[in-house]
T-cell receptor, first 113, second 114 residues
C-alpha cells in the first residue's frame, strides 16, 4: 500500500510569491491534515480536511489556505510569502475516525528568500 | 486548550541501555495521548497511542509508555535501545474525538551511542 505522497519535496521561493503544495493520502483515507514544522515553533497544526470540508483549523493567518478534492487529495496554498514561512510542511492522512492516528508524508521543505 | 511539555531536548544513551523520554501534558478535559518518532529527513511515524483502558501501552520497536493521570504524564520507555533508535521523538495530545488537531511537544532528540 503506497504511503502519503507530498510534492514537491523541496522548493525555493522569494518573499511576496505564493506556493501550492500537494498531498496524496493513503488509499481509503478520507482525512488530510497539514502541519508546519520549524525549529523555533515546532510542529503546529494548520488545518484538517475530511470529505472535501475543512473540519478543523489552527491559528494561522488567512494567507494559509487549503482544499480537498473528491479523490481525497489535498492542496495547501500560502500567498504573499514571508521569510518566516520557511518550514517543513507535513501532510498526514487518516481514516477520518477522529482517533488521532496519523500517517505522515515526508514533507515539503519550503525556503523563502 | 491543551499543552505538552517534553522536559528533555536531548537524551544521549549507550546502546543496549534503557531509556525514558519524559512527557507531561496539561488539559482541562480528558485527552488522547501519542508518541511519534521522526527519523532524519522523514515524516513522523506513530509509535504508540493511549485512548482509554490499560494505562500501560505497548508500541512498535519495543517501546512502551505509561499513562499516569494523577501526574499528567505519559513517559516513553525502552528497556534496551539500538543505534537505529536514534531519532527525534514527539509526544502529542488531542481531545477525545477531536479529529486530527494534535498538539505536539517540542521533541526529544534521542542519540544512541556505541
Amino acid at each position: 500500500k503506497a504511503g502519503v505522497t507530498q510534492t514537491p519535496r523541496y522548493l525555493i521561493k522569494t518573499r511576496g510569491q505564493q506556493v501550492t503544495l500537494s498531498c496524496s493520502p493513503i488509499s481509503g483515507h478520507r482525512s488530510v491534515s497539514w502541519y508546519q514544522q520549524t525549529p523555533g515553533q515546532g510542529l503546529q497544526f494548520l488545518f484538517e480536511y475530511f470529505s472535501e470540508t475543512q473540519r478543523n483549523k489552527g491559528n494561522f493567518p488567512g494567507r494559509f489556505s487549503g482544499r480537498q478534492f473528491s479523490n481525497s487529495r489535498s492542496e495547501m496554498n500560502v500567498s504573499t510569502l514571508e521569510l518566516g514561512d520557511s518550514a517543513l510542511y507535513l501532510c498526514a492522512s487518516s481514516l477520518g475516525d477522529r482517533s488521532g492516528e496519523l500517517f505522515f508524508g515526508e514533507g515539503s521543505r519550503l525556503t523563502v528568500l | 486548550a491543551q499543552s505538552v511539555t517534553q522536559l528533555d531536548s536531548q537524551v544521549p544513551v549507550f546502546e543496549e541501555a534503557p531509556v525514558e523520554l519524559r512527557c507531561n501534558y496539561s488539559s482541562s478535559v480528558s485527552v488522547y495521548l501519542f508518541w511519534y518518532v521522526q527519523y532524519p529527513n522523514q515524516g513522523l511515524q506513530l509509535l504508540l497511542k493511549y485512548l482509554s483502558g490499560s494505562t500501560l501501552v505497548k508500541g512498535i520497536n519495543g517501546f512502551e509508555a505509561e499513562f499516569n493521570k494523577s501526574q499528567t504524564s505519559f513517559h516513553l520507555r525502552k528497556p534496551s535501545v539500538h543505534i537505529s533508535d536514534t531519532a527525534e521523538y514527539f509526544c502529542a495530545v488531542s481531545p477525545p474525538r477531536g479529529g486530527n488537531k494534535l498538539t505536539f511537544g517540542t521533541g526529544t532528540q534521542l542519540k544512541v551511542e556505541l
